[in-house]
């Protein structure tokens, strides 16, 4: 499966991204879960957002809930991130997971151990 992201990039505290991540038409059927991760420099890779394709069912880690909004376009194939009210901390590199089976927990979505498929990320800097 290719995932491919875009839209990261540098910003002040408080802006808005978008990110968006596409997959192969073919595989993007049988992904039942797409998610959002990130990684900061000397950190591990951590989960931000994950949508259930089945249900539409999503779910936050606490550090972004009101600020994020994952979403998908079924007819292009992509799933997005929308960013507001962006911080300093929420600078990193930004990855795209997607995986065949379909999660209903947070502690079992947002974990990256959980997905076998990712794209090569997008940086995203917040810095005033």
């Known amino acids: 499966v290719q995932l491919v992201e875009s839209g990261g990039g540098l910003v002040q505290p408080g802006d808005s991204l978008r990110l968006s991540c596409t997959a192969s038409?073919?595989?993007?059927?049988?992904?039942?879960?797409m998610g959002w991760f990130r990684q900061a420099p000397g950190k591990e890779r951590e989960g931000v957002s994950f949508l259930n394709m089945r249900d539409t069912s999503t779910y936050y880690a606490d550090s972004v809930k009101h600020r994020f909004t994952i979403s998908a376009d079924n007819a292009k194939n992509t799933v997005y991130l929308e960013m507001t009210s962006l911080r300093p901390e929420d600078t990193g590199v930004y990855f795209c997971?997607?995986?065949?089976?379909?999660?209903?927990?947070?502690?079992?979505?947002?974990?990256?151990?959980?997905?076998?498929?990712w794209g090569q990320g997008t940086q995203v800097s917040v810095s005033s």
């Open positions: 038409q073919s595989a993007f059927y049988n992904l039942y879960t």
């Open positions: 997971g997607a995986d065949p089976r379909a999660y209903y927990s947070p502690i079992v979505g947002l974990d990256p151990r959980n997905y076998n498929n």
